[in-house]
């Protein structure tokens, strides 16, 4: 958890991506979509809690990969003959991607303000932390599926870039997954992503309900099946 | 220390089961310094693994510093210390952060754990090196903070897999010098593998050869070499006479032959002429007490040698007495 802070250029270029889908992506949205699409609200209100949850979603899930590499070093093998245990090893790694996302968010949200965004602090911290929970689970899952893919990077990065864009795009972080047909909708019901997206959306928005709650829990699902398939990877990876 | 019963370890792969290691018996005790030795696929690290608990067991037993490994891997863990083939820092963390996180995970408080990350780094002249990020550090530098960091805990039981692989002559030499030190002021138990055979023979006790997941030897270097090797020695005497000595020269070799129990290159007596001269070359137990012996017997049967050469033997030798291949050569089949 330290790292970020040692480095923080890291930090600060992870956040050049969510900035170009804001600066380039949101004017054309605005544009094609038009403003009645996102309740009345400014693209960018509607916009930035989707971007928010990209963060999660790009950077969160590519976190397998240092795992692989670990595991080729032989740093990791060193952690496994200590007597460390190995569920705490993994649920201390999936814990320590929460800060990194609230910091990242929270970035994200001030350098939004001078552009029209509405910062309402306390319902945004709110979206961030449970960002951050969820980040935790997709974190998990990213480590489960590099533990599962040892020494078959290529597996890892399929599965990750196969799940990503379809995940991304039922979410409606994108475009507004009210604009698609019904077979999407239904689709996005499914997609744990979803519920997250219009929780954030909720509150970034400046308001709390039914949308929030539902976002805590399908994060707090989220980071609970990613938890016990994170140590059920683990606990399985000594053969 | 470490007492092992018939351990197995049997991978499948691509439905094919392989046996690595084929029911093992090592037993080694406190203090001992143990090189597992044989070529690359012989079984060894395997071993290694199932002793350090990051591979389990197929079938078979080992105790190792008093705790069973399947039934209590973490109480091994703790107890023993290992550094691995790869290199043990995480290539972005720093030196001292990850010494002193490696002895937090032995359960070392964090004062205690930074002061002995300082002892080490210093007695590894690694102290300028502490707030360096790893991924900085030169390949002998790492595998100076992998000992480090397998030392943090102090363990009684240090197992090492191939230390010194892709080091130089002189980062090798320091490596041993730790090694050593550490066992003269420590009294620490040693084992390692190596396909090095000079390092087994000049650095450890006892050399157990491991070839194909069995052990095939298990002695001192100097025992090994003098019963299953023998010394190489070489004499030259002139053609004429060289039919005196044919028959003296082939039952000293038979010596080595006779210990073996089993045809093999030291039971040979092989020769080539050249300008009127005979070389023969032989395999000699016990070569420094008996060639002055033998020099007398030729020269009593009238062929004096005119030139004598003695090589003590290699493991290299040895396992080549064993197996009929070279360590070097070993993996082939």
């Known amino acids: 958890m330290l790292l970020p802070l040692r480095d923080p250029f890291s930090l600060v270029f992870s956040l050049l991506q969510p900035l170009v889908f804001l600066g380039l992506f949101g004017p054309l949205l605005g544009a094609a979509v038009g403003a009645p699409a996102f309740g009345g609200q400014s693209t960018l209100q509607w916009f930035l809690p989707g971007v928010v949850v990209m963060i999660a979603l790009f950077g969160t899930s590519m976190i397998g990969s240092n795992l692989q590499y670990e595991l080729m070093t032989g740093s990791y093998e060193r952690i496994l003959a200590t007597p460390l245990s190995r569920s705490s090893l993994m649920i201390g790694r999936a814990l320590k991607e929460w800060a990194p996302l609230v910091v990242q968010g929270l970035l994200i949200a001030l350098v939004c303000i001078p552009f029209g965004f509405v910062f309402y602090p306390l319902h945004v911290l709110f979206g961030l932390v449970i960002l951050g929970i969820f980040g935790i689970g997709l974190g998990a899952l990213s480590y489960a599926l590099a533990l599962v893919s040892q020494n078959k990077e290529w597996i890892f990065w399929g599965v990750q870039q196969t799940l990503l864009f379809p995940l991304m795009i039922l979410s409606g972080i994108m475009l507004p997954i009210e604009a698609g047909p019904d077979w999407m909708k239904t689709a996005s019901l499914f997609n744990p992503l979803s519920y997250l997206v219009n929780a954030e959306r909720e509150l970034f928005a400046g308001s709390v309900g039914t949308d929030t709650l539902l976002g805590l829990l399908a994060a707090s699902v989220t980071a609970a099946v990613g938890l016990v398939a994170g140590v059920r990877a683990i606990n399985r990876n000594i053969n | ?333």
């Open chain 2, 1 to 333: 220390m470490i007492h092992t019963d018939k351990l197995t370890k049997t991978f499948v792969v691509k439905k094919e089961t392989v046996e690595a290691v084929k029911g093992v018996d090592i037993d080694v005790a406190p203090g001992e310094l143990v090189a597992f030795l044989g070529p690359n696929g012989a079984g060894k690290s395997t071993t290694l693994r199932m002793l350090t608990t990051l591979l389990r067991p197929t079938s078979g037993t080992a105790t190792v510093a008093g705790v069973d490994v399947t039934a209590n891997a973490a109480g091994v863990r703790a107890r023993i210390g290992y550094i691995g083939q790869g290199n043990g820092g995480g290539h972005s963390f720093r030196v001292i952060d990850e010494l002193i996180m490696q002895g937090r995970f032995y359960g070392m408080n964090s004062t205690d754990a930074a002061a002995r990350a300082h002892e080490l780094l210093t007695s590894l002249d690694l102290a300028d090196l502490a707030k360096r990020t790893v991924i900085k550090l030169s390949g002998g530098q790492r595998r100076r903070m992998d000992v480090a960091l397998g030392l943090m805990h102090s363990p009684r039981l240090l197992f090492l897999d191939e230390p010194s692989t892709g080091m130089d002559p002189q980062n090798r030499a320091n490596l041993w010098d730790h090694i050593m030190r550490l066992r003269a002021e420590h009294g620490t138990t040693i084992v390692l593998t190596t396909h090095y055979m000079d390092e087994a023979d000049l650095m450890s006790e006892r050399v157990i050869v491991i070839d194909h997941g069995q052990i095939i030897a298990d002695d001192t270097a100097a025992r090994l070499k003098a019963n299953l090797a023998g010394d190489l020695l070489a004499v030259e005497v002139a053609a004429e006479s060289a039919a005196g000595v044919r028959g003296l020269l082939g039952r000293a070799a038979a010596g080595v032959r006779g210990l073996l129990g089993r045809a093999a290159a030291g039971g040979e007596v092989n020769e080539n002429s050249n300008d009127g001269v005979v070389r023969f070359r032989l395999r000699l137990t016990e070569g420094a007490r008996r060639a002055p012996v033998l020099l007398q017997q030729m020269n009593d049967a009238g062929a004096p040698a005119q030139s004598l050469e003695l090589q003590p033997p290699t493991l290299d030798d040895v396992f080549l007495e064993l197996t009929g291949r070279n360590l070097r050569e070993g993996a082939d089949r």
